[in-house]
């Protein structure tokens, strides 16, 4: 059987995946850790689409985005319209490579507690009280304001402000996307 490059990238990332899912969600949480809880105000701030000059249209599929780098000024107000039109599910998500490496941890413990698929969101599991589970909090949610996942066929927005004179990632921090090539970057410059 002849594979492509695009299955390869998949079968690769769904490896890398179930190898970060091995790990117990007590390791992947840190002390006291309840819900994603990042400090955002390091990269910038939420912002009404109505604030916004600009908008990008940004296309995801299951192993790249289009474009993969995305200018902006500090200060600058951003409009994101993000598409999803790849066959799994999928994030946009706004930081540092360090934010990312972090939220890789706390989405592989979602997958791993059966609030997030392949595919989808489970509503029933993300809404419910997860202080029963090893090494989660009450609010375990997938609700950060730098951050929305796209189902497929989906397309879902997000407006940023850039308030900082930083290099930024947008990235997928599902498992073993982002190893996969989801990730591009933002660069923000006075």
């Known amino acids: 059987m002849r594979l492509n490059t695009r299955t390869l990238n998949i079968a690769a990332a ?4 179930a190898s970060l899912l091995s790990f117990s969600g007590a390791a992947l949480a840190g002390a006291g850790e309840s819900g994603h809880g990042h400090n955002t105000a390091a990269i910038g701030e939420p912002a009404k689409a109505s604030a916004a000059k600009r908008t990008v249209q940004v296309e995801m599929g299951d192993n790249f985005y289009k474009p993969e ?5 500090a200060g600058e107000t951003v409009r994101f319209v993000v598409k999803n039109k790849g066959e799994f599910l999928h ?9 990312h490496a ?4 706390q989405m592989a413990m979602m997958m791993e507690h059966g ?6 969101v489970n509503q029933k599991m ?3 009280d997860h202080s029963k589970m090893p090494g989660m909090g009450h609010s375990m949610k997938h609700d950060d304001p730098n951050s929305v996942l796209v189902g497929p066929g989906e397309t879902k927005e997000l407006t940023w402000k850039f308030t900082k004179d930083a290099a930024l990632e947008f990235a997928c921090n ?9 990730v591009g970057t933002i660069d923000v410059k006075r």
Do not use: C, D, W
């Open 14 to 17: 769904l490896l890398t995946g």
């Open 69 to 73: 780098s995305i200018p902006v000024k």
């Open 91 to 99: 994030e946009f998500n706004i930081g540092t490579a360090a934010m």
């Open 102 to 105: 972090e939220h890789q941890r």
């Open 115 to 120: 609030m997030l698929t392949a595919t989808g």
């Open 126 to 128: 993300m809404n419910m």
């Open 174 to 182: 599902i498992p073993g996307h982002y190893e996969s090539g989801m």
